[in-house]
């Protein structure tokens, strides 16, 4: 008896030691650094920390059989990092592994979009339809896109309904599809759904900015300046809207109406550029180079990098004898075009 205790005694440690060796998540023992997990991994995804990540995923990957949800966190990481191509086979492989995971058919649909191929991306999208917080991604938002994009108009009015919470048919559902429409520079298909919004609610704010808008994109200042005032009329307090309007008046040659509009979007709207932008390219039509200067520069301390700013404000200071100046303002504008910052320009 006292042999076979004595045995024992030595042979517990040595099981417990195997125990602890064995091929697994667990750490190779108690001085030894924890093993990364499927959990672990997806919360370095979540803090950004992608190669952390990635090389815990190469360590998962080692274990046999390889734990569920490595080639989805894979497809996460190359998704992140823009590596598409990366990411779709990725997600693939992740759907051959399991047919069922709806996190990786998502997102590889959301990839598909991405790459240009929404035709394959939307019955992925429809069959999972599930949100992906861990990539902030929206995929009645994407599926949207796609049928935008196929030319499922009323599919994506479905989808953008459900995203914001509005009745499919509504006028808001066709308002919102509007604008996603001119986004997508389908002007004719925009204007159709945002008449069908006024037509379902003539009182909807935003539809008649939303329809100049859509005139200012066809080029016919006349009828944005008409639908803007209708606008205007519903909403005078909007700022936007008359921001929009002298954008309208300008491109109609109507200087004076277009300075009182500016005047009042930067009254309501103080900290938006593109009013001060709007008034000193109508001040430079006016000959008045002084005060433009005035607005340009403040649009330029809110904007540096504007490139239309630094061109109208070199105008502006040529104008004024300014030439130095001017040249400086001229190259800060070159200079933004090709894509360099406008504080590169400064020595």
Partial sequence: MRRFLLLCSLLLPMAQAGAYAHPSLQASSAGSEQQPTVGS???????????????????LAAVHPEPQGIERLRGFISYQQSRMADADASFSKALEQDPADLESMQMRGVVLYRMGKPAEAIPLLEKAHTAVASVNVDPDYVL??????????????????????????????????????LRHQL????????????????RLPLAHQLLGEIALARGDASAAIAELQKERALNPLNGSVY???????????????????????????????????????????????VTATMYLERAAQMDPENSTTHMLLGQAYRSTGRKEEAMKEFQAAQQLRSGTPASAAKP
């Fill in 144 to 181: 949207a896109s796609c049928y935008v994009v196929a030319g499922r108009y009323n599919d994506a009015r479905h989808a953008f309904a459900e995203q914001y919470g509005f009745a499919p048919d509504s006028a808001p559902a066709y308002l919102i599809t509007a604008r996603m429409l």
């Fill in 243 to 289: 921001d929009r309007l002298g954008d309208a008046y300008i491109r109609n040659s109507q200087y004076p109406e277009a300075r009182q509009a500016l005047d009042r979007a930067i009254l309501l709207e103080p900290n938006t550029t593109g009013p001060y932008i709007l008034l000193g390219r109508v001040l430079l039509q006016q000959e008045q180079p």
């Fill in 41 to 59: 991994v997806r919360e370095l995804i979540s803090k950004g920390k992608l190669e952390e990540a990635q090389h815990d995923l190469d360590a």
């Fill in 187 to 202: 002007l004719e298909a925009a204007e159709e759904a945002a008449r069908k919004a006024v037509q379902l609610d003539s």
